[in-house]
């Protein structure tokens, strides 16, 4: 395969003080550097070094959040490298957009979009070190091959390593065109490589940002409002005489303690008096429940989509099925809370921390400091977990607004508590769907949904679109003080588990198979297809298929063991499972959960296995548990003795299967999660004759503190 | 304020703090232990564990006062990193982002060094305090298996 360097490509060699080769490698237009930085629009890059001693040094520019992108993104350089893994060495970027794009973890999007880039970083280095060894040895370059961090010279055997031709190669020009390799002769891609990070994991050695030590900085700690308050009076008299407490700041309706160790600035803080006063009406989970219910009555003016006439096919159909579904807010709860490490000081700043998206925090800090973007620089740790909170930036920005106001440098740590009351959540909605059911066919498809501070709750594009002749989706916002953002398969999350739900009562309905069902909609898509379809039908039948067969679908199974289904499309990605599943006493258990996955080519088979894994463990653990409710404007759920998070005890066999791997890469960080929900609560359906409408699982006879 | 004498890791040190602060965070803010971790400070995730006299315990509960004995961290788990238990978790590659990895380990020691041979109902007792976000949980399980053929009861 061959790959032309297009003229925007953007190379640079330059020879380091130890005379290593050096290479930076820019796809797009180095101009973009100096648009407005939208973080979606980032196009990907990477730096790779190779010191005379043969240390490649190759550079993760991406943030890592536990999804494996330090490991997965440096394989592509490595492996059209032909490096000796043993010795590449991975470092973590900060954040440069002159040299970087795209840095940014979510949207599945890092390998995706990374994927071509990277590869071409490392065949242009390996061209050289091929040009290095041959100008060497006084042959033809077509003569000599690479193999594991060596140049070969074929007809002589002769070998030289990388390291013993990094500083010749770094001064030839940079080849204009590479070649990529076939796929056929990739020596890493596609195999079990264990993270990068793993021995300083588990010696304790790996730094996180609440890890980060200062000369001089001091931790604080920020009481702040719940939603809709606002703080009415301050008194830090006792807060001041806790030792340890060196300064007390009010700024942006919240106050900071500022201390030299952790623990006084949680002293501190429990010992400020103050009084919050409300504006307006704070939100309760009553308040939005029953403007969810009002709203998902009607329609909208603008439908997110329309095929043929629902109405009349509603009107015309033999029969409607209606079902609500509801879905609660989430917090994100990454089991590293919120923090951030700020030194801002007249001329510029530093900021350092865990987060997903450093752009965007450079930019809301420059608006917040009144500094130029050049003058703030962001360095990435490790982050205990994100699943969208860490897309946020108001966290950082805090700290740097804090360093300024205290001129310190500061770490402000976020405890539990305020990490589960401060959050950005995922939102609470209800989604109302109607079928019309005609000639023992599914005529028509109509979704109402409702959502907090949601332009869009639904996924309109989303199986069955494309195969209904009379399908809509209206989406009411219903506004509400509480915050929200993107959480780990955003609307996915929630309509895979309703539609594929749904999809299970229209079966039953027509007395057919679920996955028969499924099937035979897709097949219908491949043949004759309505308005846009998003989705391959083949691919999505073959993971269904796939599926089905490893978790024996339709066959007796273990006594008291019942099976559900469920399927979903998201970030490129086709994800089918099949769950077992036990009810006893009215306790859900799931035994087993087997799944096919087609996310094309697979980078790395351990990191790609345990992202659906733990997809699956968390979207278990969120439909049996995970709700967050509101008091006035209060969080009711504070800590994980109340908000109750899945545990050991609750995880079940996984058995995972890729399938289609020579297709081109896509999404894998949160394509696991969506159709779980649906398996487990369609299993629970056939074990128990209970359909589940309401997240998280509540059975009937269970006591329910809920209050829709 | 009051001085502590703590063994850590085979190391004596004496702290000057409050009585009432957490060994959680002595040992991160005063002695720059920073491989415990804190996840909620109130005994339910397991991310601070580490072992007083071979027994795990929540480091962001136990008051300094009564951390009397010999305590274990992850950073004195083993010499070189090379405990059964931290080799059956790099073998497997257990860790997705890692940050409740140190607790798991030191629950997971714990354990083996009680029950060498551990079922999966031992497992899912001893491991049911430490909550892993990410759903290492399968890894987990398995790497203490492994880890049991390592001979991690050490
Ligand atoms: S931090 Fe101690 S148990 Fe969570
Ligand atoms: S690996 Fe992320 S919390 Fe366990």
Known sequence: MKTALTRRDFMKVSTLAGGGLLLSFQTGNALAALLPKDAEVFQPNAFVSISPEGLITIMAPNPEVGQGVKTSLPMLVAEELDADWTMVRVEQAGLDTRNFQRQVAGGSGSVRSSWESFRKAGATARQMLLEAAAQKWGVPVSECITRNGFVIHQPTGKTLNYGALATAASGLEVPQEVKLKDPKDYNLIGRRMVNVDAWNIVTGKMPFGLDTRREGMLTAMVARPTFGKKLKSVDDTRAKQVKGVKQVIVFDNKVAILATNTWAAKKGRDALRLEWEAEGTPESTENYNTAFAELIKNTTQEPKRNDGDVNQALSQADKVLESVFYAPFLPHAPLEPMNFFAHVREDGAELYGPTQTPARTRTEAARVLGLPEEKITVGMSRMGGGFGRRLQADYSVEAARISKLAGVPVLVVWTREDDMQGGYYRPAGMYRYRAALKNNQLTGWHLIAAAANSANASRENSFPAGVVPNFRVDSHNYQSPITVGPWRAPNHNFIAFAEESFLDEIALELGKDPVAFRLELLEQAKTNPVGHVAYDPTRYINVIKTAAEMGNWGQQGVKGIFKGFGAHFSFGTYVAQVADVSVQNGKVKVHKVYCAVDCGRVINLSGAETQIEGGIIDGIGHMLYGEITFKSGEVEQKNFNTYRLIRMPDAPEIEVRFINTNAEPQGLGEPGLPPIGAAVANAIFAATGSRIYRLPVRLPGEHSKRSF | ?154
């Open chain 2, 1 to 154: 304020m009051a001085v502590f004498q703590l063994n850590v890791n085979n190391r004596s040190y004496a702290v000057d703090v409050d009585p009432d602060t957490p060994l959680l965070w002595v040992l991160r803010d005063e002695l720059n232990l920073t491989g415990t971790k804190y996840g909620c400070g109130v005994a339910q995730c397991g991310a601070c564990t580490v072992h007083l006299n071979g027994n795990p315990v929540r480091s962001c509960t136990l008051p300094v006062a009564a951390a009397k004995g010999n305590i274990t961290t992850i950073e004195g788990l083993s010499e070189n990193g090379d405990h059964p238990v931290q080799k059956a978790w790099i073998e497997l590659d257990v860790a997705q982002c890692g940050y409740c990895q140190a607790g798991q380990i030191m629950t997971a020691a714990a354990l083996l060094a009680r029950k060498p041979q551990p079922t999966d109902a031992d497992i899912d007792t001893a491991m049911a305090g430490n909550i892993c976000r990410c759903g290492t949980y399968k890894r987990i399980r398995k790497a203490i298996h492994l880890a049991a053929t390592k001979g991690g009861a050490r």
